[in-house]
């Protein structure tokens, strides 16, 4: 088992930034590719970001890429999501998962992720 506690959210003007943190106990941290997911109000969850179990990976949504970052400290055993330039469309709740599988074709679909966060919410207005 895999507990995952997301933190960092809240409410940004349009232009701001946020960071989000989740952090894990549980089994071997190491062992996962950690992913980012959203979920606006009647819309699917949707993949925001992954990265590899060593960070050496990392993999963004076309709607993220260039304004957010995902990163992760082991030894912390949290991983990072840097929402920078945000939009009111990025108004979401916010989910972090462990995945035991890796490339983008697998890390993108939410079915692939074992563990999952309570979600942390963020709202951007406009």
């Known amino acids: 088992q895999v507990q995952l506690v997301e933190s960092g959210g809240g409410l940004v003007q349009a232009g701001g930034s946020l960071r989000l943190s989740c952090a894990a106990s549980?089994?071997?941290?190491?062992?996962?590719?950690m992913g980012w997911f959203r979920q606006a109000p009647g819309k699917e969850r949707e993949f925001v970001a992954a990265?590899?179990?060593?960070?050496?990976?990392?993999y963004y949504a076309d709607s993220v890429k260039g304004r957010f970052t995902i990163s992760r400290d082991n030894a912390k055993n949290t991983v990072y999501l840097q929402l920078n330039s945000l939009k009111p469309e990025d108004t979401a709740v916010y989910y972090c998962?462990?995945?035991?599988?890796?490339?983008?074709?697998?890390?993108?679909?939410?079915?692939?992720?074992?563990?999952w966060g309570q979600g942390t919410q963020v709202t951007v207005s406009s």
């Open positions: 998962a462990a995945s035991d599988c890796s490339g983008y074709g697998c890390l993108r679909l939410k079915v692939k992720y074992d563990y």
């Open positions: 990265i590899s179990w060593s960070g050496g990976s990392t």
């Open positions: 549980g089994r071997t941290f190491t062992h996962y590719t």
